[in-house]
């Protein structure tokens, strides 16, 4: 159980272009959800806290008007790269817990992106 | 502030071999903790995790690791290496409340040699 499904894998885009990453609870709800950014040979870093129903909480240094996420529903948040430069090729991972604080989160599988 | 470090960021072992990665952490409050395995281009899977209770957890495939409150430490083992646990390994640190945070440490990047 708790599986988490992010959406596309991988994807190449071309500077300037606008991507969408998609990360869904497949049998939980999750009122919250996490989006985390790795660089290669790097630990994840926090970019946001997704909020279902409400806006999201981003970490200092995150760029809420770049990286805009979408928390329609209890199994579904969106995380959408705009205006993707270079510098936004990263692996990017989502993350869910079907419960509170002491259970664990369950991770999608990452959207490798590459900004051509 | 919770903080969380991995001491060693490459271990090399070989087959058969003990498996130690090291991890402590920084808190002010009990913590959660939990050990996660990453492969190659793909996303975290938990090993094992601490909350409260036996201060002696285990895993799958085989890890264990144990809570010393005294030492803020939780440390990651396997009695015998195999070539399939090669992979990054992240030791990571959280609180109780229904949104909080996952602090990850930087990891530990385990190669298992013949």
């Known amino acids: 159980g708790a599986v988490v499904s992010q959406h596309p894998s991988w994807v190449i885009c071309k500077s300037g272009t606008s991507v969408k990453i998609e990360c869904r609870s497949l049998?939980?709800?999750?009122?919250?959800m996490f989006w985390y950014r790795q660089f290669p040979k790097q630990s994840l870093m926090l970019m946001a806290t997704?909020?279902?129903?409400?806006?999201?909480?981003?970490e200092q240094g995150v760029e809420k008007d770049k990286f805009l996420i979408n928390h329609a529903s209890l199994t579904l948040s969106t995380l959408t790269v705009t205006s993707a430069h270079p510098e936004d090729s990263s692996f990017y991972i989502c993350?869910?817990?079907?419960?509170?604080?002491?259970?664990?989160?369950?991770f999608g599988n990452g959207t490798r992106l590459t900004v051509t | 502030a919770q903080s969380v470090t991995q001491l060693g960021s490459h271990v090399s072992v070989s087959e058969g071999a003990l498996v130690l990665l090291r991890c402590n952490y920084s808190?002010?409050?009990?913590?959660?903790l939990f050990w996660y395995v990453q492969y190659p281009n793909q996303g975290l899977q938990l090993l094992l995790k601490?909350?409260?209770?036996?201060?002696l957890v285990k895993g799958i495939n085989g890890f264990e690791a144990e809570f010393k409150k005294s030492e803020t430490s939780f440390h990651l083992t396997k009695p015998s290496a195999h070539m399939s646990d090669a992979a990054e390994y992240f030791c990571?640190?959280?609180?109780?409340?229904?949104?909080?945070?996952?602090?990850f440490g930087t990891g530990t990047r385990l190669q298992v040699t013949l």
């Open positions: 993350s869910a817990r079907p419960g509170q604080g002491g259970s664990p989160l369950h």
């Open positions: 049998d939980f709800q999750a009122t919250t």
């Open positions: 997704s909020n279902e129903g409400s806006k999201a909480t981003y």
């Open positions: 808190s002010s409050v009990p913590p959660y």
């Open positions: 601490y909350t409260t209770g036996a201060t």
């Open positions: 990571a640190v959280s609180f109780t409340g229904t949104a909080s945070k996952l602090t």
